[in-house]
T-cell receptor, first 114, second 116 residues
Framework: GENVEQHPSTLSVQEGDSAVIKCTYSDSASNYFPWYKQELGKRPQLIIDIRSNVGEKKDQRIAVTLNKTAKHFSLHITETQPEDSAVYFCAALNSGGSNYKLTFGKGTLLTVNP | SAVISQKPSRDICQRGTSLTIQCQVDSQVTMMFWYRQQPGQSLTLIATANQGSEATYESGFVIDKFPISRPNLTFSTLTVSNMSPEDSSIYLC?????????????FGSGTRLTVV
């Protein structure tokens, strides 16, 4: 089955700096890669996703890059703000499979210091 | 994306009892899932709730402990049976709606379960 590794487990940055979180996946058939943000005590919220036919996707201060050859994808947050502080999870899915199950990384606790 | 109503939001239960968690979606969805999230941990898939047939369980989870119902395309329940303190966790339902090229997996607000 799919295995998703996520690094780092914790990340502390100063407000205004950039933050990068990296994930690798094992199943070359995976073709959908979402990122979720989970604030303390709340549900995971989808913040951006990318499919395997695209190398990069951007939404305001958030971008995701995908390298299919190396089987890794990354979340980039620019101009970080204190409200970006949360746990971020990457995930991978093989939409051509029969079960449509998301496999999650272990999460990254991002702290943005004012 | 789909709007999910999950209840109860939290409960404190005695060991040996059972708790049923409900998940109601505002639109018909093909895929519904149940996850467990232990404190400070990632999301672990318990099972896929299949409409009209038995749920598909992941390794380490069994139907006797976590019976699931899915009577239609908008509703599902997860029961945590014969609870022990080790079952204390957050339980979340999730649905997938195919929005063209995206899959839009959405989560319910979760049920925080404490077993005493």
């Amino acid at each position: 089955g799919e295995n998703v590794e996520q690094h780092p487990s914790t990340l502390s940055v100063q407000e205004g700096d950039s933050a990068v979180i990296k994930c690798t996946y094992s199943d070359s058939a995976s073709n959908y890669f979402p990122w979720y943000k989970q604030e303390l005590g709340k549900r995971p919220q989808l913040i951006i996703d990318i499919r395997s036919n695209v190398g990069e996707k951007k939404d305001q201060r958030i971008a995701v890059t995908l390298n299919k050859t190396a089987k890794h994808f990354s979340l980039h947050i620019t101009e970080t703000q204190p409200e970006d502080s949360a746990v971020y999870f990457c995930a991978a899915l093989n939409s051509g499979g029969s079960n449509y199950k998301l496999t999650f990384g272990k999460g990254t606790l991002l702290t943005v210091n004012p | 994306s789909a709007v999910i109503s999950q209840k109860p939001s939290r409960d404190i239960c005695q060991r040996g009892t059972s708790l049923t968690i409900q998940c109601q979606v505002d639109s018909q969805v093909t895929m519904m899932f149940w996850y467990r999230q232990q404190p400070g941990q990632s999301l672990t898939l318990i099972a896929t709730a299949n409409q009209g047939s038995e749920a598909t369980y992941e390794s380490g989870f069994v139907i006797d402990k976590f019976p699931i119902s899915r009577p239609n395309l908008t509703f599902s329940t997860l029961t945590v049976s014969n609870m022990s303190p080790e079952d204390s966790s957050i339980y979340l339902c999730s649905v997938a709606s195919n929005r063209g090229s995206n899959y839009g997996y959405t989560f319910g607000s979760g049920t925080r379960l404490t077993v005493v």
